[in-house]
């Protein structure tokens, strides 16, 4: 047998790299994980907690304004973007030292350098020169934001990397872009008094969601102010004096203090050295692997977002976790990627679990349908007409649930106990036969009788 200086060898101190790292550490491997920015990753660092955050920072002008229909008047409040901008530094900073110090207590050697394949079990670290080898290697590098390269003047945007560390806040912002990161930052900006503009290639946001969703959520952020303008992506950003000029698809141009793209994002593969070891890579460059995480290379595995499986935190989380079950327990096992719940942290939020509506037709034909709208309580007293939607995707023969759709605060909430019911495969009679807790929005969800389709 081969002598190797380490068990397992993680590129990447993401969310996925860190809990297969820590997990292979405990078991007894010897583990050494290589990151060549702050540990963290994308979710820590530039994306789900610090958007979070913002998410909160931009809710409160809503929330004043509601007060008052409750007797409170905050006429003294005002919004200072760099105290926003350091506090969230330094949380993220915060959750990376932490991160740091459970691979440190877990037993874990961390490098700083960015680390490389020279073959199929030899990893080259680039600041050092030194090549070590492992017994298995663990692509955990994750994505990053696509920076619309074909569009002429587009290195004068920002992506959502650079967002969170503008020097100032925009007056005016043209985001560009229609899934989840687009319609959250049109939120944040928005909720923090910025003029703000999507601008996307299709008919409606959020592509993938259930269309009376998608409707909803389009139709709450126009009412609150955000410009809408479909079928009109960039096609050039000139910079003037004191603006940017951006012409769109439709011949539009619109002056703005900043652009953002929000156009997708792409697996971090380029320059990997994994097509020199015989890594097989997808069409859209991403690491392809098998139910266990195992690419075209035995000594090769690969979770998160590099293997644009479903690209979400909790996901890359429960992949290194079935990783290390299946490499260093002997427990094969492979996560099962179906009736995932999703959010996104809009205004308003939604949370959503299983099929849509589409989807549901085309796999079963029929579906049964259940959906309310209504003003919850505490809007009606505080004169704010944001309305939420429930929507329930049921088996016209076995009545499962099959999907569940809520845009309205706390959806994703109430999406994570619903996601529970749609995994178990529970019906639309035991729903029905749970008792409703009044007064919350929740209870909606167990009191939707009438079919509406």
């Given at each position: 047998m081969p002598q190797f200086?380490?068990?397992?060898?993680?590129?990447?101190?993401?969310?996925?790299?860190?809990?297969?790292?820590?997990?292979?550490?405990?078991?007894?491997?010897?583990?050494?994980?290589?990151?060549?920015?702050r540990i963290g990753?994308?979710?820590?660092?530039?994306?789900?907690?610090?958007?979070?955050?913002?998410?909160?920072?931009?809710?409160?002008?809503?929330?004043?304004?509601?007060?008052?229909?409750?007797?409170?008047?905050?006429?003294?409040?005002?919004?200072?973007?760099?105290?926003?901008?350091?506090?969230?530094?330094?949380e993220v900073a915060r959750l990376s030292r932490l991160y740091r110090r459970n691979l440190d207590k877990a037993g874990v050697e961390i490098v700083e350098d960015r680390a490389t394949l020279a073959d199929a079990n030899h990893v080259r670290l680039t600041k050092s020169g030194e090549t070590v080898s492992a017994e298995r290697i663990l692509i955990a590098t994750g994505g990053h934001p696509l920076r619309g390269d074909a569009i002429k003047g587009g290195d004068l945007a920002i992506t959502s990397n650079e967002a969170f560390l503008i020097d100032e806040l925009p007056n005016r912002i043209l985001i560009a872009g229609a899934g989840y990161i687009a319609v959250e930052f049109a939120s944040i900006f928005s909720g923090l008094g910025v003029e703000t503009t999507l601008a996307f290639r299709g008919d409606m946001i959020?592509?993938?969601?259930?269309?009376?969703?998608?409707?909803?959520?389009?139709?709450?952020?126009?009412?609150?102010?955000?410009?809408?303008?479909?079928?009109?992506?960039?096609?050039?950003?000139?910079?003037?004096?004191?603006?940017?000029?951006?012409?769109?698809?439709?011949?539009?141009?619109?002056?703005?203090?900043?652009?953002?793209f929000a156009l997708g994002r792409a697996p971090n593969t380029a320059g990997l050295g994994l097509e020199k070891a015989g890594v097989r890579l997808t069409d859209r460059g991403a690491v392809a692997v098998d139910a266990y995480s195992h690419s075209s290379v035995a000594s090769v595995f690969a979770i998160g977002d590099v293997t644009d499986r479903l690209q979400l935190t909790p996901v890359a989380i429960r992949e290194a976790q079935?990783?290390?079950?299946?490499?260093?327990?002997?427990?094969?096992?492979?996560?099962?990627?179906?009736?995932?719940?999703?959010?996104?942290?809009?205004?308003?939020p939604i949370g959503a679990v299983g099929l849509s509506e589409a989807e549901a037709r085309v796999r079963h034909g029929d579906v049964h349908i259940y959906k309310t709208t209504f003003?919850?309580?505490?809007?009606?007293?505080?004169?704010?007409?944001?309305?939420?939607?429930?929507?329930?995707?049921?088996?016209?023969?076995?009545?499962?649930?099959?999907?569940?759709h809520i845009a309205g605060p706390d959806g994703p909430e109430m999406i994570q106990v619903a996601a529970i019911a749609v995994k178990a495969g529970l019906t639309k009679q035991q729903w029905d036969a749970t008792c409703a807790l009044h007064p919350t929005a929740a209870e909606e969800l167990v009191l939707m009788h009438e079919r509406s389709k």
């Open positions: 200086d380490y068990d397992l060898f993680v590129i990447g101190a993401g969310s996925a790299g860190v809990r297969a790292a820590r997990l292979a550490a405990m078991c007894g491997a010897r583990t050494i994980i290589a990151e060549d920015d990753g994308t979710c820590v660092i530039r994306g789900c907690v610090p958007k979070k955050l913002f998410v909160y920072a931009s809710e409160f002008g809503q929330t004043f304004h509601d007060a008052k229909g409750f007797g409170w008047t905050v006429e003294w409040a005002r919004f200072d973007w760099p105290t926003l901008r350091e506090n969230v530094q330094d959020l592509r993938g969601f259930d269309d009376d969703v998608r409707a909803h959520v389009q139709g709450e952020l126009e009412r609150t102010g955000v410009k809408i303008i479909p079928k009109a992506i960039p096609t050039e950003i000139v910079q003037l004096e004191n603006a940017k000029l951006v012409t769109l698809a439709n011949k539009a141009k619109l002056e703005v203090d900043q652009v953002m079935a990783f290390v079950e299946t490499e260093f327990t002997g427990r094969p096992t492979a996560f099962d990627h179906a009736d995932v719940p999703h959010a996104v942290f809009g205004r308003p003003r919850p309580m505490k809007n009606i007293v505080a004169g704010n007409d944001q309305r939420t939607l429930m929507k329930l995707v049921v088996h016209p023969k076995d009545q499962r649930v099959l999907g569940v």
